[in-house]
């Protein structure tokens, strides 16, 4: 005997020709499906017995119809465990520096001018070729994260080749990212990160265009950084057309730069950076500070997503419609991942570092490079969530999509406040724009979207 999967979300009903239909998606395992509205009227009456085999056969692969008995979100759960105990990747977060140019008004860090030593770099390379021999892992994803990394060049450049000689030794492969400003990102700079650094993946925040961006996004001194750091977007897109890289643009959104989002998108493709980059907003959140009060109404949020993503269409860029099955929220729930900032402290989440109202020592501090781990109560604070979720502490166990949001942000949740993705207020126009975008595709020669009969 089967049911209807309750992580199963349908599109509003749309027309095609005589027909109505809905777009199907399946959170279970990220698939959507076309289906006549006939078909969903007998899926949400549970009259299975009316669909042919090939149907059904379709539906349960895709994990929208599942045995009656099925409790779902301990199903959920446990592959959430599995996929955690099975990553093959080794999550790893190293600041190489406690400082930052910039004095972004939401940010809740403090910056010094502190950089890792000399002895905490060989710490560094202790403690991840400790946690690589824990494994087995097939690869190291090392993220440099800051303050901004770029501040902390020279260490990036001292322990990439340790790193990397590391992985050799053990079979295995080494990829790095970076999350920068871009204020410092030369020439000379974009050229080491895609070469001697490894870096395959750089995500660089542009918060609207110059008027908007300089008024949030500028020195401590007060200076404006937008077109410096559009140029060297500009030059590391240049310098990297035949690099295998992602090159990721972020606009951090709120009630003073929301209107400033397509003129943003519009200035990136007069750059001729629409197929080069992959865009994205983002709305602000605390960073152990007040600065979601800045933030838009998430339905509000929802909403405009909606028309920038038809921009996004419109101009060119890749749209990121449809979430994907997430059965790893981030580095809190993997019990050998760690951020290391630059005094050598040690944490299992990457927004508590350097915020002053988290305490000192700091409430979320897992331990220190000289002594290891020493708190795993403090790690499972953040580690437990899964188990957590399924004692229904907060609202993920009732939401059909946590298999595709993870629950978003342990920490965010601990804290009292639901981080709930957008998607969760517009997946079902979502996928009404992927139905839409899909005969877009279609008329250009590639089809997407399959449908059931």
């Not at 200035?267 to 994205?280: K, P």
């Not at 993705?421 to 979207?449: C, H, T, Y």
Request: hydrophobic share 40%; aromatic share 6%.
């Amino acid at each position: 005997m089967q049911k209807l999967s309750r992580y199963v979300i349908a599109s509003p009903v749309f027309a095609e020709g005589e027909e109505n239909r809905h777009v199907l998606f399946s959170t279970r395992t990220g698939q959507i499906f076309e289906v006549p509205q006939a078909i969903w009227t007998v899926l949400r009456e549970g009259g299975f017995d009316k669909l042919n085999s090939d149907v059904l056969t379709q539906l349960s692969e895709a994990e929208i119809l599942v045995p009656e008995a099925e409790a779902e979100l301990s199903t959920i759960l446990d592959q959430n465990r599995d996929g955690i105990r099975v990553n093959p990747h080794l999550n790893y977060v190293i600041q190489p520096t406690a400082h930052c140019q910039l004095g972004c008004g939401y940010c809740g860090q403090t910056h010094e001018r502190t950089n890792l030593s000399r002895a905490n770099e060989a710490d560094i390379l202790r403690d991840v070729e400790a946690r690589l021999d824990r494994g087995p892992f097939a690869e190291l994803n090392l993220c440099w994260f800051g303050a901004e990394p770029l501040s902390g060049i020279q260490q990036m450049r001292s322990l990439t080749p340790q790193l990397r000689s590391l992985c050799q030794e053990r079979g295995v492969e080494y990829r790095a990212s970076i999350i920068t400003n871009g204020l410092a990102m030369s020439r000379k700079i974009g050229a080491d990160l895609v070469g001697p650094l490894g870096v395959v993946s750089v995500t660089v925040s542009l918060d609207g265009t110059a008027p908007h961006h300089d008024r949030r996004r500028h020195t401590k001194s007060g200076k404006p950084t937008f077109d410096r750091i559009l140029a060297n977007l500009v030059q590391l897109v240049a310098t990297t057309q035949d690099a295998p890289i992602e090159i990721k643009v972020r606009c951090n959104v709120d009630r003073e730069n929301a209107s400033d989002v397509v003129p943003l998108l519009r200035r990136l493709r007069d750059e001729g950076l629409e197929r080069a980059v992959q865009f994205y907003t983002a709305p602000i959140h605390s960073w152990g500070n007040d600065a979601q009060r800045r933030s838009l109404e998430p339905a509000d949020y929802a909403e405009r997503e909606l028309s920038w993503f038809v921009e996004m269409k419109r101009m060119g860029f890749s749209v990121p419609l449809v979430p994907k099955r997430q059965p790893v929220v981030c580095l809190a729930v993997q019990p050998d991942a760690a951020l290391v900032d630059a005094h050598g402290t040690l944490f299992n989440c990457t927004e508590v570092s350097y915020v002053p109202s988290y305490g000192t020592p700091n409430r979320f501090a897992i331990g220190d490079l000289t002594t290891g781990e020493r708190q795993a109560e403090v790690r499972d604070i953040l580690g437990s969530f899964n188990d957590q979720v399924e004692a229904g502490a907060f609202g993920c166990s009732h939401c059909p999509l946590l298999p595709v949001c993870g629950g978003a942000c342990p920490k965010e949740w601990i804290e009292g406040r639901a981080p709930c993705p957008s998607s969760k207020r517009n997946i079902a126009q979502r996928l009404l724009l992927a139905a839409a975008f899909e005969r877009m595709d279609r008329a250009a020669g590639d089809p997407s979207l399959p449908a059931v009969a």
